[in-house]
Nanobody
Framework: QVQMVESGGGLVQPGGSLRLSCIAS????????MGWYRQAPGKQRELVAGITSGGITNYADSVKGRFTISRDNAKNTVYLRMNNLKPEDTGVYYC????????WGQGTQVTVPS
């Protein structure tokens, strides 16, 4: 059974930073383009950052220049470095593959108070 385990979230003041980690079982990270998704309260889950198997990255306009996605295939882990956090970054963050099928973990909560 595929498992995704996200961690690193928390409560941070505006302008602060966090680094999220996602450890996946099996070869999910090695074999796929991966992404970090965010679900804000009352909104649909959205893709905020993606990284291909070759390391090419892409970001939603709302996080461009502030977030950095990276991967460590040897550790089956994907990271999301988030700088200059804003209240609108609040939400539950999940990692999964960009393609189908997608497997979801429990996510990690990020809260940036206004």
């Amino acid at each position: 059974q595929v498992q995704m385990v996200e961690s690193g979230g928390g409560l941070v003041q505006p302008g602060g930073s966090l680094r999220l980690s996602c450890i996946a079982s099996g070869n999910i990270v090695r074999s796929n383009a991966m992404g970090w998704y965010r679900q804000a309260p009352g909104k649909q889950r959205e893709l905020v950052a993606g990284i291909t198997s070759g390391g090419i990255t892409n970001y939603a306009d709302s996080v461009k220049g502030r977030f950095t996605i990276s991967r460590d295939n040897a550790k089956n882990t994907v990271y999301l470095r988030m700088n200059n956090l804003k209240p609108e970054d609040t939400g539950v963050y999940y990692c999964s593959s960009l393609g189908l099928p997608r497997y979801w973990g429990q996510g990690t909560q990020v809260t940036v108070p206004s």
